[in-house]
């Protein structure tokens, strides 16, 4: 079993950036594709982005593109996300996630199901 702790949430205004981390207790880490995902009060949880093991490809929702920002540094087995120009639809709290690689040839990674590692979330709050 992976553990993973995020890191990094926290009060911010509109307009704001945060940088939230992930990091994975296992060196298996390069071999699982990560995403983060998000559940707002209320709502149910939302696929925010996702990247592949290499790093060089990446996925988003729509409501994040250009806004945020998802990498990885395999040598540390970490994630992060890179939050930018926040608004207050971004409050949530933000989970990351470990899965198979092949989701993303799949097109799964959008799913929470298929993804088998979860940490227990960092929460992030935007005032307007």
């Known amino acids: 079993q992976v553990q993973l702790e995020e890191s990094g949430g926290g009060v911010t205004q509109a307009g704001g950036s945060l940088r939230l981390s992930c990091v994975a207790s296992?060196?298996?880490?390069?071999?699982?594709?990560v995403a983060w995902f998000r559940q707002a009060p209320g709502r149910e949880p939302e696929f925010t982005a996702a990247?592949?093991?290499?790093?060089?490809?990446?996925y988003y929702a729509d409501s994040v593109k250009d806004r945020f920002t998802i990498s990885r540094d395999n040598t540390k087995n970490t994630a992060y996300l890179d939050l930018s120009s926040l608004i207050s639809d971004d409050t949530a709290i933000y989970y990351c996630?470990?899965?198979?690689?092949?989701?993303?040839?799949?097109?799964?990674?959008?799913?929470?199901?298929?993804?088998?590692?979860w940490g227990q979330g960092t929460q992030v709050t935007v005032s307007s």
């Open positions: 996630a470990l899965g198979d690689p092949r989701l993303e040839g799949s097109g799964n990674y959008r799913y929470r199901s298929a993804y088998e590692h």
């Open positions: 296992k060196r298996t880490f390069p071999h699982y594709i």
């Open positions: 990247l592949a093991p290499s790093g060089d490809r990446t």
